[in-house]
């Protein structure tokens, strides 16, 4: 067996079967994880309508269980929403490695589907990087908790 031969039998039932499976556990990881982030990042927003419904029931019913379980389901809001945000950034890990296989391969690549707070704040600060603006679809976004967004709200004596 000469090299050329060589090459061909390591590239055709070793390399190329590799290449197949990574890029099937790559977009399959890929979609789970942003699956499993959407499930939690709703199932966050329930907890956070249900703890604040239990936190006035409370105040009405003044029980102090009511006050607790409130706090529970407000806690239980907040994991659950990091949770989410650590299966986005999974989901994006995903999308970046498949993405490196498939320039590899010289096939095209997959857009983002999360934009990350994070992500928006290196857009913002870096508007010259053209190239790759339209590699990111913001859907859906999450906000980091330690985010804030300033209101103005006008003063209603003066008005």
Known sequence: MNTAQFKELITTTIIQ?????????????????RSIGMFFETLSKVCI???????????????????????????????FLQFSSFCYTESKKSTEGLNILLKKLELDTLPQFIETHTDMNHKNSSDDDDDHKDDVIPSPTILEPTSYVSISIPDPIKM
Do not use: D
Not at 17 to 33: A, D
Not at 55 to 76: D, K, R
């Open 49 to 79: 309508g249900s703890g604040s419904v239990l936190s006035f029931s409370s105040g009405v019913y003044n029980s102090t269980n009511m006050s607790f379980v409130a706090g529970s389901v407000s806690t239980l809001s907040l994991v």
């Open 17 to 33: 079967p590799n290449y197949i499976e990574e890029i099937s556990t790559f977009i399959l990881g890929r979609n789970r994880w």
